[in-house]
């Protein structure tokens, strides 16, 4: 597609379970990127992949959240027996390859946790 | 890590009036990029401008890379243009990362 696509847009799950995020990148861009933006927390880095090299995982906030990035192109952001503090709104980017390049945004996934 | 400050917080303006966003950080960088959220939550690319001067319509963003600091100039103002504009830098020989400012929330009063 044209831009960066994250799906769900919404989802609603209950405190403890798992719960899967997807994005796909803009064709051709090899860098992909997760934040995350809450209301306490602003807009905050989690993960960052570029190629085939290992990816960045400094951001993530504990290990109960992890990604994986298949074949160069999707990635799933899984957050495992989620907590209500995990409520927020997932942001995938990507950027034509790693280094100083403009990061395009998808619309993001809004995540509560009931 | 790098520290990004935005202001105003906050900013009420009358259609058709101009403004001027400021953003200040606390470390050389090699990426800057402006976006507005709108009201939907969506981010929009307004420029990326890690030094320079860039103009895109009613909108034009200035960087001083060597004084750290880049403003975001919105003329003729239009109630299309409210939302929160943010700031986000990425650290020179950093990991490729961007840091967010906290924003600025523009309201335009018809």
Redesign the interface.
């Known amino acids: 597609g044209a831009g960066v696509s994250q799906s769900p847009s919404n989802k609603v799950t209950e405190k403890g379970k798992d719960v899967e995020l997807r994005c796909d990148p803009i064709s051709g861009h090899t860098a992909l990127y997760w934040y995350r933006q809450s209301l306490g927390q602003g807009l905050e880095f989690l993960i960052y992949f570029q190629g085939n090299s290992a990816p960045d995982k400094s951001g993530l906030p504990s290990d109960r959240f992890s990604a994986e990035r298949t074949g160069g192109s999707v990635s799933t952001l899984t957050i495992q027996r989620t907590q209500q503090e995990d409520s927020a709104v997932y942001l995938c980017a990507s950027s034509l390859s790693g280094g100083p390049q403009p990061q395009h945004f998808g619309d993001g996934t809004r995540l509560s946790i009931l | 890590g790098i520290q990004v400050e935005q202001s105003p917080p906050d900013l009420i303006l009358q259609e058709g009036a101009n403004s001027t966003l400021r953003c200040n950080f606390s470390d050389s960088v090699?990426?800057l990029?402006w976006?507005h959220q709108n009201p939907?939550?969506?981010?929009i690319?307004l420029f990326?401008i890690?030094s320079g001067t860039k103009q895109n319509g009613r909108l034009s963003a200035t960087t001083v890379a060597t004084e750290r600091y880049s403003l975001l100039y919105i003329s003729s103002s239009q109630t299309t243009d409210s939302g929160v504009y943010?700031c986000?830098v990425?650290r020179s020989f950093g990991?490729?990362?961007?840091?967010?400012g906290?924003?600025t929330r523009l309201t335009i009063i018809p």
């Open positions: 090699n990426n990029q976006f939907w939550g969506q981010l690319n990326y890690p943010f986000a990425e990991n490729e990362k961007l840091t967010f906290t924003g």
